[in-house]
């Protein structure tokens, strides 16, 4: 379902339409998070989560994206605003609104990962994970190997 929220001259939208996925990869691409993510990849992430676009009458200001099962799993990943309408309470804004999409009031964990908002996050009851408790797997290799998959075929 698509919903809409507007405060001011900004809307935050659901609707993967309204996305401009320029702006989101443009930003992306620079961030210590997601640096040498291809656009194929941005795309089909998108299209796997519950997008949050942030919208200003110029055009696209911000995003995050939520991976979920809407049950037990929630994964709040690729929040931005851009820098010129920053100071204005977007990422707040869109946070408490990923936190509060109905069809997520189930969820029993939400996880995230930041190296320079803890402040922003432990507003809205986040805090480190329990040493011990959460691994991870990362495979660095990976944006090179779906570059190469999402590639035409040049052998022809």
């Given at each position: 379902m698509i919903r809409e929220w507007t405060r001011g001259d900004y809307t935050i939208s659901t609707d993967p339409g309204r996305l401009d996925l320029d702006v989101i990869h443009g930003?992306?691409?620079?961030?210590?998070?997601?640096?040498?993510?291809?656009?194929?990849?941005?795309?089909?992430?998108?299209?796997?989560?519950?997008?949050?676009?942030?919208?200003?009458?110029?055009g696209q200001v911000g995003f995050a994206r939520?991976?979920?099962?809407?049950?037990?799993?929630?994964?709040?990943?690729?929040v931005f605003v851009l820098e010129a309408h920053r100071g204005h309470g977007l990422g707040r804004w869109i946070v408490e609104?990923?936190?509060?999409?109905?069809?997520?009031?189930?969820?029993?964990?939400?996880?995230?990962?930041?190296?320079?908002?803890?402040?922003l996050y432990a507003q809205f009851g986040f805090a480190m994970?329990?040493?011990?408790?959460?691994?991870?797997?990362?495979?660095?290799?990976?944006?090179?190997?779906?570059a190469a998959l999402a590639a035409p075929d040049t052998m022809s």
């Open positions: 930003f992306l691409v620079r961030s210590y998070w997601a640096e040498g993510r291809t656009r194929a990849r941005v795309a089909l992430t998108i299209e796997h989560s519950v997008p949050l676009g942030v919208h200003h009458r110029s939520v991976v979920t099962d809407q049950a037990s799993f929630a994964y709040l990943a690729d609104i990923a936190l509060g999409l109905p069809e997520l009031q189930y969820v029993r964990r939400w996880l995230l990962g930041t190296r320079d908002a803890h402040g994970a329990q040493p011990g408790v959460l691994m991870e797997k990362l495979d660095p290799d990976s944006d090179r190997r779906f």
